[in-house]
């Protein structure tokens, strides 16, 4: 049970080793006892997160196998991983892809959208089943500015995170009254492994500030977020540009 | 988000989301309002998905009254008219009837609750569930020590008689302040006190510090029943803990005669209400209570004085303003009240003044002193209890409670569950030493775990927690 003053007692994190939600993991209030699930497909490099969690404190690190890209029954993992009844669900589950490489070959263009939608649609909606059920809890969904509105740069990425944000707003609106609330995340460019081999856009931010973001934004209730806020702005102009303007904007 | 925020839970078989007086955590549960016993014989015996626990007036500043995603009971449909032995004090009343109410019915035959809290707005199970204590508390003890017999509905279907010296005293004592975990209180025989007024002799005396407010405190224990002291935590250097001491009395037939009216007097009536209040730290800050500080503190006489106050006004000064507590505003508040035993007494002051310099900015504190308490999980102790206010919203509030708690349970203290919304779960077994035998009893009577809330949840009271 999360307390008075928002401290957890249990956190699933679904993408187990991502940067983002190991920040946002780490800046969550924490009660001593603390339990942490990790849920992902590099167990190695899930492992090696866990020692460090538990010498930061954590009571107790479970790791849960999950792979976004196996598309068969994945009921199993959010059984294994609501078995502390989290109070916080953290979805950070990503995958860029490569956008010249999707162009040229179908099934990579597939992949990049079952990592980033597909094959979260069962996580999410079980995940959001048990929250309703035990009547408390926040789900945090990592979505991206670049679903608002597709660019050639990275369209295929775009448009899967797209129907994850339009999933999560559904899911939202079906929560309200339920006791769970929701924070859907769109940073721009955030510096992290992911796009290392890219040119930092604009507004370019990093997983401490969008942790710190979604930390604050936690006791507050329902809401989508920007990181930086500025992007609400932003983002909101560039939805309505017209095309031809909006193709020729660098970055 | 339309959280019915502290208050009582009207609708019937209705999803709602919960939260206690703090307006802190709300969760979600589905709140049941039977109307007579057998109905909460029935909704225990399904049992619940994920439990349930009793909820009166919602009163308790933490989340003991909410179970998130099972069942909360909402009593104040049983609340039978008490039922009194004028010649003995004795009433039979239903628990979900407000200690307000109650009042009201007995008040004009001459008769008082034993012991009282700091509102009128709480319900006698409520008040058994949290065995609450009031300004007499080192004369006279808690509520649950002037109760004769709880009427008790376990999860089995069985309705049991409960009594503080009967073959089920440990049913009774894990029951009064198990905080509604043992199961739900449907009634309960009290003793009442006799009065000859509606009003009390009251003797305040203006302090300059915390340690005199602590030695006239003390004093005035030696001779009068009802004692209490506001002190004033905002108040900077030498003045930290200057306060307002009161020392009551019920007056006697003698003592009004002048006043002129007798036990027949209407409640206080609400002066106002506070309607919701934008923003999350709301409309109090630490300037604003600063200056309300010196102004209480100053309109107390600089020499001792005695007055006749109305008995509603001494006892619930609060209630006058509904809804106070919106006036912390979205983020809420805390009440966090501890003890501590006589042998830690010097520690006192040091703690306080640690905790001042935090920042954490305590809107209000009150001192009083208690004597043990009976129950295995009972919160008193031979000792000083501090009651503090304060806005959930403060920085830095989670280190400085975690610190003061630490102090605390290393005198041998605790932390006032009933009001608890943020304890670090690893020190419950330390301030409660007597857990795992409240825990024995509790399962006797509650074997299937169907008791549960989301304080329990939150502590691992009903279980124990899981070991790595």
Redesign the interface.
């Known amino acids: ?5 928002g ?1 957890v ?1 249990s956190v699933l994190l679904v993408g187990g080793s991502s940067e983002i939600g190991l920040a946002i993991l780490r800046r969550l ?1 924490r ?3 603390a339990v942490v699930c990790l849920a992902g497909p590099d167990r190695p490099e899930m492992e090696r997160v866990a020692e460090a969690l538990r010498a930061e404190g954590v ?2 690190v479970e790791i849960v196998d999950f792979d976004a890209c196996d598309l068969g029954d994945q009921t199993a993992v959010v059984d294994a991983a609501f078995t502390d ?1 989290p109070d916080v669900v953290i979805v950070a589950t990503g995958y860029l892809g490569d956008q010249a490489t999707a162009e040229q070959d179908p099934a990579a263009a597939a992949r990049i959208v079952d990592i980033n939608f597909r094959g979260l649609v069962p996580v999410l909606m079980g995940s959001v089943q048990r929250l309703r ?4 809890g926040t789900l945090v969904v990592m979505s991206t500015v670049a679903g608002e509105r597709p660019r050639v740069a990275n369209y295929v990425y775009g448009a899967a995170k797209a129907g994850l944000d339009a999933l999560t707003r559904g899911l939202t609106a079906s929560l ?6 929701v924070v859907i995340v769109r940073p721009g460019f955030v510096r992290t492994r992911m796009t290392t081999h890219l040119k930092p856009a604009p507004f370019a931010t990093t997983p401490d500030k969008v942790a710190e973001a979604v930390a604050a934004a936690i ?4 809401r989508i977020i920007w990181v930086p806020g500025v992007l609400r702005w932003v983002m909101l102009v560039l939805r309505h540009l017209p095309e031809s303007l909006f193709r020729r904007l660098p970055g | ?2 959280a019915e925020r502290g208050s009582p839970v009207r609708a019937d078989g209705e ?1 709602r ?1 919960l939260t206690g007086w ?1 307006r ?6 589905r709140v049941e309002s039977p109307t007579v016993p057998a109905e909460v014989a029935a909704i225990l015996g399904r049992p619940p ?2 439990g349930a626990i009793a909820r009166g007036l919602g009163r308790s500043y ?2 003991a009254a909410q ?4 069942t909360v009971i909402s009593m104040r449909a049983l609340s039978a008219p008490a039922d009194l032995d004028p010649v003995t004090g004795r009433v039979r009343v239903g628990a979900g009837t407000s200690l307000g109410e109650l009042i009201a019915a007995v008040l004009p035959q001459g008769w008082y609750p034993a012991v009282v809290p700091g509102t009128q707005y709480v319900t006698i199970g409520g008040a058994i569930a949290s065995d609450v204590h009031g300004k007499n508390h080192h004369r006279d003890g808690s509520f649950c020590d002037h109760v004769h017999a709880i009427e008790l509905a376990v999860p089995s279907g069985a309705r049991l008689a409960l009594t503080p010296d009967g073959p089920n005293a440990d049913a009774f004592w894990a029951t009064a302040g198990g905080m509604g975990l043992t199961g739900v209180t449907l009634s309960a025989e009290l003793q009442l006190r006799p009065v000859a007024s509606a009003r009390m002799r009251v003797d305040t005396t203006r302090t300059r510090d915390l340690e005199e407010s602590m030695g006239v405190l003390r004093e005035a224990d030696a001779t009068a029943q009802y004692t209490v002291a506001w002190v004033d935590l905002l108040a900077r250097g030498g003045a930290l803990g200057r306060g307002v001491v009161t020392a009551g009395a019920h007056a006697g037939a003698d003592e009004i005669a002048a006043v002129g009216d007798g036990v027949d007097v209407p409640p206080n009536r609400r002066i106002a209400s506070v309607p919701g209040v934008p923003g ?1 730290s709301g409309v109090l800050h630490p300037t604003a209570m600063r200056l309300f500080n010196e102004l209480y503190f100053r309109r107390a006489p600089s020499d001792s004085h005695r007055g006749l106050e109305p008995i509603w006004g001494y006892f619930f000064p609060l209630d006058v303003i509904g809804d106070w507590n919106r006036l912390y505003g979205r ?2 508040m ?1 009440q966090h009240q501890f003890v501590i035993p006589d042998a830690a007494t010097a520690r006192l002051i040091p703690m306080v003044e640690r905790l001042v310099a935090t920042g954490v900015p305590v809107y209000l504190a009150v001192l009083k002193r208690l004597r043990d308490g009976r129950g295995p999980i009972a919160f008193p102790l031979l000792g000083w209890t501090l009651a503090l206010d304060i806005p ?1 919203g403060a920085p830095g ?2 280190a400085a409670l975690d610190r003061l708690d630490d102090e605390v349970a290393d005198c041998g203290g605790r932390v006032y569950l009933a009001k608890d ?6 020190l419950v077994a330390t301030m409660y030493p007597r857990l795992p035998e409240w825990r024995a009893v509790r399962d006797r009577l509650d074997p299937g775990a169907v008791m549960r809330s ?1 304080l329990d ?2 502590l691992s009271l009903v279980a124990s ?1 899981p070991r ?1």
């Open positions: 049970m999360r307390d008075a003053l401290r007692q209030p009660a001593d006892a009571g107790r009844e059920a035990q009547g408390h309200a009254g339920s006791g769970v609330t006791p507050r209730g329902s | 988000m339309s999803e989301l703090g802190t955590a709300p969760t979600r549960a998905i994920r933490g989340d179970n998130a995603g099972g999350r983020a809420g805390l959930a509030l989670a919304a943020r304890l670090r779960p690893d989301d949840r939150r927690p790595t």
